[in-house]
């Protein structure tokens, strides 16, 4: 939201709990229990990472992070949101869940070296995922690459990765959702 200057209010939730801060109930607000979801004013929900960025990015009009629909960029964009959330997303929710077998762990880390390695190739020649300007599934790929250290994710073999995430860290609006958010 900052990208584009709309502004909303974060609120944390607790997954495990299926909480949210104030005490509400966060299955009423997504009966699937994750986030993110984005309450509208008029109540109604959307959730899933694309879904959510690309409206805010519909509410703010005219902005280079969602390329016009019909343009090849704009089927670029959809093609890499798919990505960071199936490719990207996918495999680390997978680490991220207690109960899944070490052997599964196993899988979804060679899913995600391999994904990864794309990446980077792809980065070799491209600043950002679209091109030269950076678009919705840059602040996507963003996040999710943000959980490699925890999840012992080594991305030290990937020099265009790692330069990627150091420009992205550098955009104004994404340092100051790090700091609201006490990530920096």
């Given at each position: 939201s900052r990208e584009v200057n709309i502004p909303v209010t974060l609120v944390k939730t607790d997954i495990g709990k299926k909480t949210?801060?104030?005490?509400?109930?966060?299955?009423?607000?997504?009966?699937?229990?994750?986030?993110?979801?984005?309450?509208l004013d008029d109540g109604s929900v959307i959730t899933e990472?694309?879904?959510?960025?690309?409206?805010?990015?519909?509410?703010?009009?005219?902005?280079?992070?969602?390329?016009?629909a019909g343009t090849l960029d704009h089927y670029k964009m959809?093609?890499?949101?798919?990505?960071?959330?199936?490719?990207?997303?996918?495999?680390?929710?997978?680490?991220?869940?207690?109960?899944?077998?070490?052997?599964?762990?196993?899988?979804?880390?060679?899913?995600?070296?391999?994904?990864?390695?794309?990446?980077?190739?792809?980065?070799a020649t491209n600043t950002f995922l679209v091109g030269n300007e950076f678009t919705l599934p840059d602040a996507y790929v963003f996040a999710v690459l943000g959980w490699a250290p925890?999840?012992?994710?080594?991305?030290?073999?990937?020099?265009?990765?790692?330069?990627?995430?150091?420009?992205i860290q550098s955009r104004p609006a994404v340092q100051s959702a790090l700091k609201s958010e006490g990530l920096m």
């Open positions: 949210y801060e104030g005490g509400g109930d966060f299955s009423k607000i997504n009966p699937l229990g994750y986030v993110p979801a984005l309450q990472g694309p879904a959510v960025l690309q409206y805010l990015a519909d509410k703010a009009g005219n902005t280079p992070v969602s390329p016009a959809l093609s890499w949101l798919t990505f960071a959330s199936t490719e990207l997303h996918g495999p680390f929710g997978a680490l991220f869940n207690g109960a899944m077998p070490d052997a599964a762990k196993d899988l979804a880390r060679a899913k995600l070296a391999s994904r990864i390695k794309y990446l980077d190739s792809h980065l925890k999840m012992k994710i080594d991305l030290s073999t990937y020099p265009n990765v790692l330069a990627y995430i150091a420009r």
